[in-house]
């Protein structure tokens, strides 16, 4: 890895950059461990920060170069193609489609699509769809001159367990707590969303003499998340079209928290409870400052 150039904090600052790997990323240091910088500190020491990825980049990496070094089992079909290096395992028919890189078992049929750095097990149908999580399911519905992700619907599962009545939040895939990446839904900038969360928990066990295993509650979630500038905000509703047993005071409700869309379940006192959404986000991403 090469070593930048910075090695002194800058003013008002506690990190530093420590050091630049091959494909351009750079970690910073507190000056014990090293970390993944975040927007602000990455730019205040001129490089360049990927908001889809988390990342912070000193130059763009040329796809060219070594670009089959660590890339298997792919099977690409059409021409302009891109998979950048540590693309396995994944199937692209169609043309122009980008696959940022460090990522496995993804699908890509149509054109302009991407697929970003280091998400797994995607599928991308259409032109300009953008694909950002793991798991998920887009399909872009874009003209060849459209925004990267102008129009498009994003398909997504959330899940958490919950044992008792405090609310928490649910992730990405039933992630956990002590996952640090890839938890929830980031809303590009300037982009309006409907979102329509289809919302199921059963009750698996606990103490509670209320009730009983079996019990069950849905809901659907819907309304609308909206970032302006990189400031969010949300209007939402819930319906519950069905339910059975003791459910009273379960009840998830969809929120913000930074740049993010959040699903959060509240559950009841001795009581275990599995939970999982399907959520669709239908979006409009401008080049406007909303």
């Known amino acids: 890895m090469a070593k930048p150039n910075n090695t002194i904090f800058k003013t008002g600052f506690d990190v530093k950059p420590a050091s630049i790997n091959a494909l351009g990323v750079v970690t910073f240091t507190d000056g014990t461990n090293e970390l993944q910088p975040n927007q602000l500190q990455c730019e205040a020491y001129g490089y360049t920060y990927n908001k889809a ?19 298997e089992n792919n099977s690409i079909q ?25 990522s496995r078992n993804n699908i890509i049929v149509g054109n302009q699509n991407e697929i ?4 797994n097990n995607a599928n991308v149908f259409g032109t300009l769809g953008e694909a950002t999580v793991d798991n998920s399911i887009v399909l872009g519905g874009n003209a060849a001159d459209d925004l990267l992700g102008e129009r498009q619907v994003t398909t997504l599962m959330n899940g958490v367990q919950t044992t008792d009545g405090s609310t928490i939040d649910s992730y990405l895939n039933n992630g956990r707590p002590f ?12 982009t309006a969303c409907y979102f329509q969360a289809d919302i199921l928990a059963l ?25 302006k500038s990189g400031t969010l905000s949300i209007s939402r509703s819930r319906t519950s079209p069905a339910s059975s047993g003791t459910t009273g005071s379960w009840s998830p409700v969809s929120t913000v928290s930074g740049t993010n869309y959040v699903l959060t379940v509240t559950g009841k006192a001795d009581m275990t409870l599995e ?16």
């Open 116 to 119: 970003a750095n280091g998400i």
């Open 78 to 102: 059409g021409t302009g193609n891109s998979t950048e290096t540590g693309t396995n395992n994944t199937y692209i028919m169609g043309e122009f489609n980008t696959v940022k890189g460090f």
């Open 203 to 227: 009750r698996v066990g606990g103490s509670a003499a209320s009730g009983a295993v079996g019990d069950f509650k849905s809901w659907v979630e819907r309304g609308v998340v909206i970032n």
């Open 179 to 190: 996952s640090v990446t890839n938890r929830y839904y980031a809303i590009p900038e300037n």
């Open 275 to 290: 939970w999982v959404a399907s959520i669709r986000f239908t979006q409009i991403k401008t080049s406007v400052a909303l």
């Open 53 to 71: 990825t988390g990342t912070c980049s000193a130059f763009k990496y040329n796809t060219n170069l070594n670009r089959s070094f660590s890339n």
